[in-house]
């Protein structure tokens, strides 16, 4: 139970005898600070190319467009001594040329934009196989809402899974970030289901989910967990920039990660 | 410096000496005749000298004079004075009643302070609050509250609607002791922070200390606030009954045996639930949003020579979104205390004390549940002198031990929840400490206050204790088996404190004081919910410790109508402790990777301006502070603004008695925002927008100020008085930011947008009280 629906539920029964609680937008007097580079990349078990785009932050009222950045030197490195040299789109988007991501493997993500370099390690870990992903009704604040479940089993152990899903419905991708792990749940069938943070949060009959299940490391998921909670622009923790794996003072991310991906289709009951 | 401290020690012996005069001893305890009670802080003076005492907070007193023929002039608040002859030829016990003043006068009894001036004594940054000025305050929805009317005095800021905590001079809110009778209440909220657990009913008064704690307190950095429940009248038996909007409640009170042992008990509980439950929505008719609290006490006057008291408190919240998610907390404080009185001389109290806070969250998934529970428990001794050493000092000594058996968390999952039963490990540690303290009145100007607490902290297993490295990795483990001790520490904290008279009117005062903090909140959010992480020192979190010297300047008018004051404090802070971004702090069993630690400073000027008689009492507060950390982790290890700063925080509370029918009251506040971070850029990963902060606190959320007016009728009736109370609270309805978040405009994908919510705009409220 998070706090907002605590307090929602509190502004719930103060309502009953004639309170309630308010939102309003307001104009925030800002300091844009001076573009800072996000890198981002990623590297999966699925076959390649795999993607690293490097672009700017851009003022908090600004448009939603972020300029990319060409003209780096990326490189992504396996264990093995092979060093993938990605090659350059020029819109801030570069991609590698022959490498294979495999379970287990360590990466080392190299970035060179002019006199700055920036660096990261992500180590892919085994993948826990997703069966299926169904579609169930949950309780939800006294209504029933459907959800998609992501139908796993957790590893025994010993050591801990860490998922991260990404879900897009109708083509759409739910910006709520869904994160898990197997520390209270080895062994276990999964029951985490992807409740959007919304207050419709509901499927309906017809709509089509497809979930992305990614195992990743433990750096990975706590990126995960501090984004949707210090940088998604809720209230949850203090405001704050996740810790990332990147070093050189950039934002974003190095993921190295196994991706699977099933559907479902919300049928009527 | 040997030869010095030799020099002081013998001054300091010679001043307790006695000259070939014989002496004797008046000692004894002063009640209120109507009720019962022990007169707290009542004062003994004996006329034409300059000898003086006031009754310590179980009505005791000691006075030890040359032989000869007295004057005695006993007064407390709110009683008749009366006047004593006695012929001190040999020790004399006295047992004064003392009897109500005029009911006109009782009603002016203001605040902080009271009618006792705060020129006497050395002791700085102390405030006392009677539970009948917060009666007479306006009451939020109806429900009087000593936690909340504590936010209304100089270098104390609320931490906002919907938060019981309270910033002690650029203190965090973890960082004040508040007791209940001697007990700890870790958690001083009802409904989330809406209100505060303190009956109004069952309690007598509160003392908060915000600078110099005397030696018998510890443990906490900020503040102490001392609140006392009512001891019930002995003489005769009474009912009060009241209804509001949000609470309910009633409480009974009288002689066990008349004269010599009375009970009081007090419950209270809320009526929203019914409000629920009435709804016609069916998406809330089911929730719940509960909370009860239970007050009792008993007392036994056992001969002259001894008393027993005999406290309890128990309350609960309870909320549920039905099948979806609960949340339950609550305290449990027993305690019991032993007054005896050795001699005339001597008096000694013993507490025994435990005190129990505790939280469950209830999960629901596909219709089968898991709780986690968690508990914190203290088993408490003190052990308290008071000896009345000579007509100028009263020493203070005494010892206390603490036991902490801290519950972090334990998961218990019905098979389908997809979790597996888990049990955090539980935490162990012994807090000892030593203590004295003595009141030396020097000469007639210069009264000086000097002692130490001694306090050991003894970090106990059984369980598993880790290294940590910089950047939050275990590097080693070690286990511990039961009762082994992890770390030790040892720490002296001095007291001091210098009060000098430079005329009738007015005093100048100093204080330095250490406190050390073995118990720690850890928290990642201003905001504050019941479940926040409780921790122990350990071997990696270390003792919290701070310094603060404070001065200030005290005067009166010469009819005491109006007074004044002007305080100034610097305290600094070690081993404050913050949690890294993002971590999980409530899902994760070893805890000390997600920390970091660092100092803290805090200073400011706190100035209060009075009112204390006639129909118009009242008060101005104002204080100018500022409360910095530094963390090398957080903002380039720059000083960065705490969550508990207000640049400026100023309240103005008046109390109206025209006559003895009304009464009406205001107040109004007014703080700087919180800080907080408004984002200095925004980006994009994984096809979302995120927002980037450059520093940590920088901006402020807006200022937040408020109006709340309040009005009672009291009527009298020859079998019961009866009181009918109503206001409005945030009067002119001003929209105060509870926080801040920040989204995709709904309108316009292409944007983002800030969005403040508030809690409370104008909340009017009714309240009837009737009182056999």
Same mark, same amino acid.
């Given at each position: 139970?998070?706090?907002?629906?605590l307090?929602s539920?509190?502004?719930?029964?103060?309502?009953?005898i004639g309170?309630?609680?308010?939102?309003?937008?307001i104009?925030?007097?800002?300091?844009?600070?001076a573009?800072?580079?996000?890198?981002?990349?990623?590297v999966?078990?699925?076959?390649?190319?795999?993607?690293v785009k490097i672009?700017?932050?851009?003022? *908090?009222?600004?448009?939603?467009?972020y300029?990319?950045?060409?003209g780096?030197?990326?490189?992504?490195?396996d264990?093995a001594g092979?060093?993938d040299?990605?090659?350059d789109?020029?819109?801030?988007?570069?991609?590698?040329?022959a490498?294979q991501g495999?379970?287990?493997?360590?990466?080392t993500?190299?970035?060179?934009i002019?006199?700055?370099?920036f660096?990261?390690?992500?180590?892919?870990?085994?993948?826990?196989?997703l069966?299926?992903?169904?579609?169930?009704p949950?309780l939800n604040?006294?209504?029933?809402?459907?959800v998609?479940v992501?139908?796993f089993v957790?590893?025994q152990?010993?050591?801990v899974a860490?998922?991260?899903?990404?879900q897009?419905?109708d083509g759409?991708l739910?910006?709520?970030?869904?994160y898990?792990?197997s520390?209270?749940s080895?062994g276990?069938?999964n029951? *985490?289901?992807?409740?959007?943070?919304?207050?419709d949060s509901?499927l309906?009959?017809?709509?089509?989910v497809?979930v992305?299940?990614?195992?990743?490391?433990?750096p990975m998921?706590?990126?995960w967990?501090?984004?949707?909670q210090?940088?998604?622009?809720s209230a949850q923790a203090n405001p704050?920039?996740?810790t990332?794996?990147?070093?050189?003072?950039?934002l974003?991310? *190095?993921?190295?990660?196994?991706?699977q991906?099933?559907g479902?289709?919300?049928?009527?009951? | 410096?040997?030869?010095?401290?030799?020099?002081?020690l013998?001054?300091l012996?010679?001043?307790?000496?006695?000259?070939?005069?014989t002496k004797?001893?008046i000692?004894g305890?002063i009640r209120a005749g109507?009720?019962?009670?022990?007169?707290?802080?009542?004062?003994?003076?004996v006329?034409?000298?300059?000898?003086g005492?006031?009754?310590?907070?179980y009505?005791?007193?000691?006075?030890?004079?040359?032989?000869?023929?007295?004057?005695?002039?006993i007064s407390a608040?709110?009683?008749?004075?009366?006047t004593?002859?006695?012929?001190?030829t040999?020790?004399?016990?006295?047992?004064?009643?003392?009897e109500?003043?005029a009911?006109?006068?009782?009603?002016?009894v203001?605040?902080a302070g009271t009618?006792?001036s705060k020129?006497?004594g050395?002791?700085m940054g102390?405030?006392r609050?009677?539970a009948s000025?917060?009666? %007479?305050?306006?009451?939020f929805?109806?429900?009087?509250d000593?936690?909340?009317?504590?936010?209304?005095?100089?270098?104390?800021a609320?931490?906002?609607?919907?938060?019981?905590g309270?910033?002690?001079r650029?203190?965090?809110p973890d960082?004040?002791?508040i007791l209940?009778?001697?007990?700890?209440?870790y958690?001083p909220?009802?409904?989330?922070?809406?209100i505060?657990t303190?009956?109004p009913d069952?309690?007598r008064d509160?003392t908060l200390?915000k600078?110099?704690m005397p030696?018998?307190y510890?443990?906490?950095?900020?503040?102490v606030?001392?609140?006392?429940?009512?001891e019930g009248?002995n003489?005769t038996y009474?009912?009060?009954?009241?209804?509001?909007v949000?609470?309910?409640?009633?409480?009974?009170?009288g002689?066990?045996?008349?004269?010599?042992?009375?009970?009081?008990?007090a419950?209270?509980?809320t009526?929203?639930?019914?409000?629920?439950?009435?709804s016609?929505?069916?998406?809330i008719d089911?929730?719940?949003?509960g909370?009860?609290?239970?007050n009792?006490?008993?007392?036994?006057?056992?001969?002259?020579? %001894?008393?027993?008291y005999?406290s309890g408190?128990l309350?609960?919240d309870?909320?549920?979104i039905y099948q979806?998610?609960?949340?339950?907390?609550?305290n449990g404080?027993?305690?019991?205390r032993w007054n005896?009185?050795?001699?005339?001389r001597?008096?000694?109290?013993t507490?025994?004390?435990?005190?129990?806070y505790n939280?469950k969250?209830?999960g629901?998934?596909?219709?089968?549940?898991?709780?986690v529970?968690?508990?914190l428990?203290?088993?408490a001794?003190?052990?308290?002198w008071?000896?009345y050493a000579?007509?100028?000092?009263t020493?203070?000594?005494?010892?206390e031990?603490?036991y902490?058996?801290?519950?972090?968390?334990?998961l218990?999952?019905?098979?389908?929840t997809?979790l597996?039963?888990?049990s955090?490990?539980?935490?162990y540690g +012994?807090?000892?400490a030593l203590?004295?303290?003595?009141?030396?009145?020097?000469?007639d100007?210069?009264?000086l206050?000097?002692g130490a607490r001694?306090?050991?902290?003894?970090v106990?297993g059984?369980g598993?204790?880790?290294?940590?490295?910089?950047?939050?990795?275990?590097t080693k483990?070690i286990g511990y088996?039961?009762g082994?001790?992890?770390a030790?520490?040892?720490?002296?904290?001095?007291?001091?404190g210098?009060?000098y008279?430079? %005329?009738?009117?007015?005093?100048?005062?100093?204080?330095?004081?250490r406190?050390?903090?073995?118990?720690?909140?850890l928290?990642?959010?201003?905001?504050s919910?019941?479940?926040?992480?409780?921790?122990?020192?350990?071997?990696?979190i270390?003792?919290?410790?701070s310094d603060?010297?404070s001065?200030?300047?005290?005067?009166?008018t010469a009819? $005491?109508?109006y007074?004044?004051s002007?305080?100034?404090f610097?305290?600094k802070m070690q081993?404050q402790?913050d949690?890294r971004t993002?971590a999980e702090?409530?899902?994760t069993?070893?805890?000390?990777k997600e920390l970091?630690y660092?100092?803290?400073r805090?200073?400011?000027?706190?100035?209060?301006?009075?009112?204390?008689?006639?129909?118009?009492t009242?008060?101005?507060?104002?204080?100018?502070s500022?409360?910095?950390?530094?963390i090398d982790?957080?903002?380039?290890g720059?000083?960065?603004?705490a969550p508990?700063?207000?640049?400026h925080?100023?309240?103005i509370v008046?109390i109206?008695?025209?006559?003895d029918?009304w009464?009406?009251s205001a107040? +109004?506040?007014?703080?700087?925002?919180?800080?907080?971070?408004?984002p200095?850029?925004?980006y994009n990963?994984?096809?979302?927008?995120?927002?980037?902060f450059?520093?940590?606190?920088?901006?402020?959320?807006?200022?937040?100020?408020?109006?709340d007016l309040?009005?009672? $009728?009291?009527?009298?009736?020859?079998?019961?008085?009866?009181?009918?109370?109503?206001?409005?609270y945030?009067?002119?309805?001003?929209?105060?930011a509870y926080?801040?978040?920040?989204?995709?405009?709904?309108?316009?994908? %292409?944007?983002?947008?800030?969005?403040?919510?508030?809690?409370?705009?104008?909340?009017?409220?009714?309240?009837?009280t009737?009182?056999?």
């Amino acid at each position: 139970m998070n706090k907002k629906s605590l307090i929602s539920l509190l502004c719930i029964g103060l309502s009953c005898i004639g309170l309630s609680a308010c939102t309003k937008v307001i104009d925030l007097n800002v300091h844009n600070s001076a573009p800072v580079y996000v890198i981002e990349g990623n590297v999966t078990d699925q076959p390649g190319p795999y993607q690293v785009k490097i672009s700017n932050t851009v003022g *908090f009222y600004a448009g939603n467009q972020y300029p990319g950045v060409p003209g780096a030197a990326v490189t992504i490195a396996d264990g093995a001594g092979h060093t993938d040299h990605l090659t350059d789109h020029g819109d801030g988007i570069y991609s590698t040329v022959a490498l294979q991501g495999v379970s287990g493997q360590t990466y080392t993500l190299q970035v060179v934009i002019g006199k700055d370099t920036f660096a990261a390690v992500s180590s892919m870990p085994a993948r826990v196989n997703l069966d299926s992903v169904v579609i169930q009704p949950v309780l939800n604040g006294g209504k029933t809402v459907l959800v998609a479940v992501p139908e796993f089993v957790n590893p025994q152990g010993p050591g801990v899974a860490y998922y991260f899903f990404d879900q897009t419905i109708d083509g759409y991708l739910d910006q709520s970030l869904y994160y898990w792990t197997s520390q209270f749940s080895a062994g276990l069938e999964n029951n *985490f289901n992807l409740e959007r943070a919304s207050n419709d949060s509901t499927l309906h009959v017809g709509d089509t989910v497809q979930v992305e299940m990614q195992c990743l490391d433990q750096p990975m998921y706590n990126y995960w967990s501090g984004v949707d909670q210090s940088a998604s622009g809720s209230a949850q923790a203090n405001p704050g920039n996740p810790t990332t794996n990147l070093t050189g003072g950039a934002l974003g991310y *190095f993921s190295a990660h196994t991706s699977q991906v099933k559907g479902a289709r919300v049928a009527q009951r | 410096m040997p030869r010095t401290l030799i020099l002081i020690l013998t001054i300091l012996l010679l001043s307790f000496g006695t000259n070939a005069q014989t002496k004797y001893t008046i000692s004894g305890t002063i009640r209120a005749g109507r009720t019962g009670e022990s007169a707290i802080r009542a004062t003994v003076l004996v006329s034409g000298q300059h000898y003086g005492i006031t009754t310590n907070e179980y009505g005791f007193f000691s006075l030890t004079m040359p032989a000869g023929h007295y004057t005695l002039v006993i007064s407390a608040v709110s009683m008749q004075p009366q006047t004593m002859d006695v012929d001190l030829t040999k020790d004399i016990r006295l047992e004064v009643s003392l009897e109500a003043a005029a009911a006109q006068l009782q009603s002016v009894v203001v605040s902080a302070g009271t009618n006792e001036s705060k020129l006497a004594g050395t002791a700085m940054g102390v405030d006392r609050l009677s539970a009948s000025t917060v009666r %007479d305050l306006p009451a939020f929805l109806g429900a009087p509250d000593v936690l909340k009317t504590i936010q209304l005095l100089p270098g104390v800021a609320s931490a906002g609607d919907g938060n019981t905590g309270f910033y002690v001079r650029g203190g965090a809110p973890d960082q004040n002791l508040i007791l209940l009778d001697g007990a700890t209440v870790y958690n001083p909220s009802h409904l989330l922070g809406f209100i505060s657990t303190f009956n109004p009913d069952a309690v007598r008064d509160v003392t908060l200390y915000k600078g110099d704690m005397p030696p018998a307190y510890g443990g906490r950095l900020s503040s102490v606030a001392d609140i006392r429940m009512s001891e019930g009248n002995n003489q005769t038996y009474h009912v009060n009954a009241n209804v509001g909007v949000i609470t309910s409640g009633i409480e009974a009170e009288g002689p066990i045996g008349k004269g010599e042992s009375s009970f009081l008990v007090a419950a209270r509980t809320t009526r929203i639930n019914a409000g629920l439950a009435a709804s016609h929505d069916s998406t809330i008719d089911k929730d719940k949003i509960g909370f009860y609290d239970l007050n009792a006490k008993l007392n036994f006057r056992m001969g002259s020579a %001894d008393h027993l008291y005999l406290s309890g408190y128990l309350g609960q919240d309870n909320l549920l979104i039905y099948q979806e998610a609960g949340l339950a907390w609550g305290n449990g404080i027993a305690s019991l205390r032993w007054n005896h009185v050795f001699g005339h001389r001597l008096f000694a109290n013993t507490t025994l004390s435990l005190s129990n806070y505790n939280w469950k969250i209830t999960g629901y998934t596909n219709g089968s549940t898991w709780v986690v529970r968690s508990t914190l428990d203290d088993w408490a001794f003190k052990q308290q002198w008071e000896w009345y050493a000579a007509p100028h000092h009263t020493v203070r000594f005494g010892a206390e031990s603490i036991y902490h058996d801290l519950h972090p968390a334990k998961l218990d999952a019905q098979p389908g929840t997809g979790l597996n039963d888990t049990s955090f490990q539980s935490r162990y540690g +012994w807090e000892n400490a030593l203590f004295a303290g003595d009141d030396w009145t020097v000469s007639d100007r210069l009264t000086l206050t000097y002692g130490a607490r001694l306090t050991n902290y003894t970090v106990l297993g059984p369980g598993n204790f880790y290294d940590v490295n910089a950047v939050g990795m275990v590097t080693k483990t070690i286990g511990y088996t039961s009762g082994r001790s992890v770390a030790n520490y040892f720490h002296p904290e001095p007291r001091v404190g210098l009060a000098y008279v430079l %005329d009738s009117r007015s005093t100048v005062k100093a204080s330095y004081a250490r406190m050390v903090q073995n118990v720690h909140q850890l928290t990642n959010s201003a905001e504050s919910l019941p479940t926040q992480r409780w921790d122990l020192t350990n071997n990696n979190i270390q003792p919290e410790i701070s310094d603060q010297v404070s001065l200030g300047y005290y005067r009166e008018t010469a009819d $005491r109508m109006y007074s004044w004051s002007v305080e100034g404090f610097y305290k600094k802070m070690q081993h404050q402790i913050d949690v890294r971004t993002g971590a999980e702090i409530e899902t994760t069993d070893i805890v000390d990777k997600e920390l970091m630690y660092g100092q803290g400073r805090a200073y400011g000027v706190e100035g209060q301006l009075k009112k204390n008689k006639g129909k118009l009492t009242g008060w101005i507060s104002y204080t100018l502070s500022r409360s910095q950390l530094q963390i090398d982790s957080i903002n380039n290890g720059q000083w960065y603004t705490a969550p508990q700063d207000r640049t400026h925080n100023a309240a103005i509370v008046a109390i109206y008695h025209p006559n003895d029918k009304w009464s009406l009251s205001a107040s +109004w506040v007014y703080y700087t925002g919180s800080p907080i971070s408004y984002p200095n850029g925004k980006y994009n990963v994984d096809g979302r927008n995120v927002f980037y902060f450059a520093s940590r606190n920088g901006d402020r959320l807006p200022s937040y100020h408020r109006l709340d007016l309040g009005a009672t $009728r009291h009527y009298t009736h020859k079998k019961y008085k009866a009181d009918l109370s109503f206001g409005a609270y945030n009067a002119y309805d001003r929209y105060n930011a509870y926080y801040i978040t920040y989204r995709q405009n709904p309108d316009n994908p %292409d944007q983002t947008q800030a969005v403040q919510t508030t809690l409370f705009g104008i909340i009017p409220y009714i309240a009837y009280t009737i009182k056999f």
